[in-house]
């Protein structure tokens, strides 16, 4: 049996169909989104959530790295840092950090956290005061994948 084939399972007074798509859609993604994020508004209703980014540029005004993060539940979840490396080793990386945790900060966040590689940059966060709270072992075979928090006070 195909495993994207469609099946249908039922339950007393529910029909479901499970449904593999070959190219799942970002339609997709915002219908499975929209009862989750429904019911966590009706858990902290009164939750900020807003996008933070800091952009390092180029002589020429090109985006050339930086840091993406979202403000959620009073925390500040850094999804992306990168500094090329032709320009690491500069502090840029400690730098876009400590300003991230500053905006964090005065929208009222309590602490940060993100997630890492064991080929990424583990060592970098943890000199910035970031703990582990967590490992996936073997993410990918034969590495981790880190979740490391900080707390600001």
Known sequence: MDPRAPGRRTCPGVTAELFVPEAPTLDDRAAILAPLAAYNRAQVPETVR???????????????????????????VIELLVVPEELRGRDLGTSILARAEEIGRAKG?????????????????????????????????????????????
Do not use: N
């Open 109 to 153: 966040c309590v602490g940060a956290w993100l997630d890492t590689f064991s080929f990424q940059a583990r060592g970098f966060y943890e000199k910035q005061g970031y703990a582990v709270v967590g490992e996936i072992p073997d993410h990918p075979v034969g590495g981790a994948r880190y979740f490391l928090s900080k707390r600001f006070g």
């Open 50 to 76: 807003e996008q933070v980014a800091i952009l390092l540029k180029d002589e020429a005004g090109a985006t050339t790295g930086g840091l993406w993060a979202t403000v959620a539940f009073d925390w500040l």
